[in-house]
């Protein structure tokens, strides 16, 4: 059992895992976040009226649908600051032993 401790605590398995469940656990409330509060504030301020996912850019006769990739970049920011201040805030980067 003590080689098997070693062996995870040695290969970051915790802050792996740690970040795997943070991550499972706030992906809803962020994407709420992010859908309900953050892309209409930033569809108003592009003049954007159907919302940011439908904001696009028109080039000649092409259009650029870049609302939908705004919108999980901001989703994949707020995810990923949430787990690194949770992690910091609960001192489990602390966990990991460092190879010596």
Not at 24 to 36: E, R, Y
Not at 64 to 75: E, P, Q, T
């Given at each position: 059992?003590?080689?098997?401790?070693?062996?995870?605590?040695?290969q970051g398995v915790v802050g792996l895992a740690v970040g795997f469940i943070?991550?499972?656990?706030?992906?809803?409330?962020?994407?709420?976040?992010?859908?309900?509060i953050i892309n209409p504030l930033i569809s108003a301020a592009l003049g954007?009226?159907?919302?940011?996912?439908?904001?696009?850019?028109?080039?000649?006769?092409?259009?650029?649908?870049?609302?939908?990739?705004?919108?999980?970049?901001?989703?994949?920011?707020?995810?990923?600051?949430?787990?690194?201040?949770?992690?910091?805030?609960?001192?489990?980067?602390?966990?990991?032993?460092?190879?010596?």
């Amino acid at each position: 059992m003590k080689g098997f401790i070693d062996f995870v605590r040695e290969q970051g398995v915790v802050g792996l895992a740690v970040g795997f469940i943070l991550g499972g656990a706030v992906s809803k409330v962020v994407s709420a976040l992010v859908t309900d509060i953050i892309n209409p504030l930033i569809s108003a301020a592009l003049g954007s009226v159907g919302g940011l996912k439908t904001a696009s850019l028109a080039l000649g006769s092409a259009e650029i649908l870049y609302g939908d990739m705004v919108s999980v970049l901001i989703d994949f920011l707020v995810i990923a600051l949430v787990v690194y201040f949770g992690v910091k805030f609960l001192r489990l980067d602390k966990l990991d032993k460092k190879k010596e």
